[in-house]
């Protein structure tokens, strides 16, 4: 069974420019997480989809981060415009449904200079 | 709210010592508790899991037992080994539809020969 794909892996770029991520969960999976995941810390939760629905995301800098999860399959993470304190490992999650074991990409490695 | 606190690291041990990686949790109801592995280079893997108090979860030969009168999740191994290397993360999430997980900042394990 395929896992949790993300692309980028890494990603480079200056403050102020744009930049998005794709994940494409677990095939039948419903429910799909982003996480972000500072140097040091744990992954921290930023959006959760149930199908194609948000179910949280209360802790999306709504004002820079948006995603969006068209069809209830594919999401996209995008920033606009980068800061500095977004350089960290942007991590995507899938399970069955809401409760059940999470499945974790590799995470795409972000730099913002 | 709900939070994780795990034992701080690097944890240095040589092969075949015996491993204890504390986690204490803080959470309303009853959560699920886990432990994740994330290998050099590699993504977050769920390690084991329990999902009420008493039962416990194993895996690899690593084991942690849910204890709700101490709110702890502490990871054991009786003898470990070079590959077992990494970082662990100790995490919980509600049960429900809103279902995310709620890491502690890991703790880095170092084995050496």
């Known amino acids: 069974e395929a896992g949790v794909a993300q692309s980028p892996r890494y990603k480079i770029i200056e403050k102020r420019q744009s930049v998005a991520f794709w994940c494409n969960p677990i095939s039948g999976h419903a429910t799909l997480y982003w996480y972000q995941q500072i140097l040091g810390q744990g992954p921290k939760l930023l959006i959760q989809f149930q199908n194609n629905g948000v179910v949280d995301d209360s802790q999306l800098p709504k004002d820079r981060f948006s995603a969006e999860r068209l069809k209830g399959v594919d999401s996209t993470l995008k920033i606009q415009p980068a800061k500095l304190e977004d350089s960290a490992v942007y991590l995507c999650?899938?399970?069955?449904?809401?409760?059940?074991?999470?499945?974790f990409g590799p995470g795409t490695r972000l730099t913002v200079l | 709210g709900n939070s994780v606190t795990q034992m701080e690291g690097p944890v240095t041990l040589s092969e075949e010592a015996f491993l204890t990686i504390n986690c204490t949790y803080t959470a309303t109801g009853y959560p699920s508790l886990f432990w994740y592995v994330q290998y050099p280079g590699e993504g977050l893997q769920l390690l084991l899991k329990a999902t009420k108090a008493d039962d416990k979860g194993s895996n690899k030969g690593f084991e942690a037992t849910y204890r709700k009168e101490t709110t702890s999740f502490h990871l054991e191994k009786g003898s470990v080994q070079v590959s077992d290397s990494a970082v662990y993360f100790c995490?919980?999430?509600?049960?429900?539809?809103?279902?995310?997980?709620?890491f502690g900042t890991g703790t880095r394990l170092q084995v050496t020969l």
């Open positions: 995490a919980l999430s509600r049960t429900g539809t809103a279902s995310k997980l709620t």
């Open positions: 999650a899938s399970s069955l449904k809401g409760p059940d074991t999470q499945y």
